[in-house]
Each structure stands twice: as structure tokens, then as C-alpha cells.
């Protein structure tokens, strides 16, 4: 079984930033790891993916503002947010895809974008 521990999320200004981290627990085969968030009676959507050959596909709302980004040696991707604005107010949740199919999903952490 595979941990993802996410860190990072809070609170902060329009216009602001914060960096999203997601570690897995141990060493995996990743095929894909990405970013989903959720906000308060919608859907989950997908924020960010970073392939395993380094490919990167974005919401059309966070392109330019958001990078994706991934430490192989730990185990980690990184979401580095940057111009927040409050419609980025989510619940973010990490995922990771590994060669065999499966899914991993990590606990959540809260973003609120609020003067």
C-alpha cells in the first residue's frame, strides 16, 4: 500500500501564492502524478498533470498561473500556485497513477483564496 502525504495548503490573498507537496510513501512506479481539487457542490476537476516522460497538461483557468512540477529521488510533485484568485478556493487532493493501473489518492489539503 502507498502513503500520499500532502502539505502546503492554507490560506491566502488574491494575488498571492502557495506551494502544494505530495510524497508518496515509498518508491513506485509512477506513470502519472497529478493535482484534482474540489470545490464546495462541484465536481472534481483536474488541475494539473505531469507525465512519466515529462509531459505536463493544466486546467485552462490556472495555465500561466500554476506549474507542476515532481522530485523523482523523493517521490514528491509540487504545485507551485502563483496570482490566486478566489475561484482557486478548493479542497486540492494529489494523485498518482503507477504502471500497473492503480490509483492513489492523497487525504486533501484546503486552499482558500480570501481578502
Known amino acids: 500500500q502507498v502513503q500520499l502525504v500532502e502539505s502546503g495548503g492554507g490560506l491566502v490573498q488574491p494575488g498571492g501564492s502557495l506551494r502544494l507537496s505530495c510524497a508518496a510513501s515509498r518508491s513506485i512506479n509512477i506513470y502519472t502524478m497529478g493535482w484534482y481539487r474540489q470545490a464546495p457542490g462541484k465536481q472534481r476537476e483536474l488541475v494539473a498533470i505531469?507525465?512519466?516522460?515529462?509531459?505536463?497538461t493544466y486546467l485552462d483557468s490556472v495555465l500561466g498561473r500554476f506549474t507542476i512540477s515532481r522530485d523523482n529521488a523523493q517521490n514528491t510533485v509540487y504545485l507551485q500556485m502563483n496570482s490566486l484568485k478566489p475561484e482557486d478556493t478548493a479542497v486540492y487532493y494529489c494523485n498518482v497513477k503507477i504502471i500497473s493501473g492503480v490509483v492513489y489518492w492523497g487525504q486533501g489539503t484546503q486552499v482558500t483564496v480570501s481578502s
Open positions: 505531469l507525465s512519466r516522460g515529462s509531459d505536463t
